[in-house]
């Protein structure tokens, strides 16, 4: 039982570079998350999803995009790599009971866009 | 008003020590209250969490909610240096997907 895996740990991009960023998780979880954590900016939420193939925007969406194809795993894309998404980056899953909401959350991508 | 305000810190306390972290928040829907835990490097790892209003006790941890302050304190007693870390609060409730983070507190528990 691997939990939350992502793929890569660590990445450099160039600006104007595209990548997607893997998760995957093993738990049957029905929702999914992604993060990004910035220094004194804590974690802020970029996109969700509830279930396969649906998605939703989160606090700071913009210049991300999202797929949920299998409920295993919830990919993150970036189009057109900014320096301003330098960061590291969590995925979480969970399995809502009522309104309790555990998320386990995979290691983490390093990201660096020069 | 932010939803969830947390002290970023840094708090540096000896070992030994009894370590209080806080949190308030201004959404009274919240009723389950959490407390990651992330060491450097790593993903956050759930610690405790509360349903409501009152204590939970899980070994040298303390978890206690104030709903009527809209406060949330997560105490450390006899604090180890292996206690190092960066604590965050989480909330949720109200029906929402969502959990709502403060932006944690990093602690150092000096041998």
């Known amino acids: 039982n691997a939990g939350v895996t992502q793929t890569p740990k660590f990445r450099v991009l160039k600006t104007g570079q595209s990548m997607t960023l893997l998760c995957a998780q093993d738990?049957?979880?029905?929702?999914m998350y992604w993060y990004r954590q910035d220094p004194g900016m804590g974690l802020r939420l970029i996109h969700y999803?509830?279930?396969?193939?649906?998605?939703a925007k989160g606090e700071v969406p913009d210049g991300y995009n999202v797929s949920r194809l299998k409920k295993q795993n919830f990919l993150l894309g970036l189009e057109s790599a900014a320096p301003s998404q330098t960061s590291v980056y969590f995925c979480?899953?969970?399995?809502?009971?009522?309104?309790?909401?555990?998320?386990?959350f995979g290691p983490g991508t390093r990201l660096t866009v020069l | 008003q932010k939803e969830v305000e947390q002290d970023p810190g840094p708090l540096s306390v000896p070992e030994g020590a009894i370590v209080s972290l806080n949190c308030t928040y201004s959404?009274?829907?919240?009723?389950?209250f959490m407390w990651y835990r992330q060491y450097s490097r790593k993903g956050p790892e759930l610690l405790m969490y509360t349903y409501s209003s009152g204590n939970k006790e899980d070994g040298r941890f303390t978890a206690q909610v104030d709903k009527s302050s809209k406060y949330i304190s997560l105490f450390i007693r006899d604090s180890q240096p292996s206690d190092s870390a960066t604590y965050l609060c989480?909330?949720?409730?109200?029906?929402?997907?969502?959990?709502?983070f403060g932006k944690g507190t990093k602690l150092t528990v000096n041998p």
């Open positions: 738990m049957n979880h029905e929702y």
């Open positions: 979480a899953s969970s399995q809502l009971a009522g309104s309790y909401n555990e998320q386990f």
């Open positions: 999803s509830v279930g396969e193939g649906t998605t």
């Open positions: 959404n009274s829907a919240f009723q389950y």
């Open positions: 989480a909330m949720s409730g109200g029906g929402s997907e969502k959990l709502v």
